[in-house]
């Protein structure tokens, strides 16, 4: 299996709750290695553009207005297959829909409020790594 990075957000909704600690828990009881973590309040222009691929879509505005409604913690993951690996720590996007022992299905307030974000691709991945971290704040 190969290394790979990936980018993830621990969303308002979680950080609000103090939730940092225990998704953290579960990235790592999940063999994920946090080579890189910042907390930042993000600007509307940094969520508009970090989710600009959903921009045509009905939930967009309300997506942006909750990504900057307050603090995240952006990071990256390393690990064997971490872009998956995380998806699958993470659970389905509903947390209705969610896998049990997943991040979304114990912490996810709803569909838009699903505490975490993560990468979908390896090549996605690489974008929003770089959109957040330079190479020198990631420590393998
Ligand atoms: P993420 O990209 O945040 O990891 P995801 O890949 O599971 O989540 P996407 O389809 O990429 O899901 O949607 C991005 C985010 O937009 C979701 O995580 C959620 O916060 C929000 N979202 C998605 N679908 C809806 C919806 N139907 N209503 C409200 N918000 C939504
Ligand atoms: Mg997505």
Redesign the pocket.
């Known amino acids: 299996m190969a290394t790979e990075r990936t980018l993830s957000?621990i969303?308002p909704d979680a950080t609000r709750r103090n939730l940092t600690g225990s998704i953290n828990a579960v990235l790592e009881a999940a063999g994920l290695r946090i080579v890189a973590q910042r907390r930042v309040r993000l600007t509307q222009a940094q969520a508009e553009a970090f989710?600009a691929?959903?921009k045509e879509?009905?939930?967009f505005r309300?997506?942006v207005e909750?990504m900057i409604s307050g603090p995240v913690v952006v990071q990256v993951l390393e690990g064997d297959n971490a872009v998956a690996r995380n998806r699958e720590a993470?659970g389905?996007?509903?947390p209705k829909k969610a896998a049990s022992g997943t991040i979304r299905a114990q912490f996810a307030e709803d569909?838009?409020?699903?505490s975490?974000?993560?990468?979908?691709s390896a090549e996605n991945a690489a974008i929003e790594i770089a959109f957040f971290f330079a190479q020198v704040d990631i420590v393998g």
């Open positions: 957000i969303k989710y691929v959903h879509r009905p939930f309300g997506l909750f993470m389905a996007t509903d569909i838009e409020a699903n975490v974000h993560g990468s979908d």
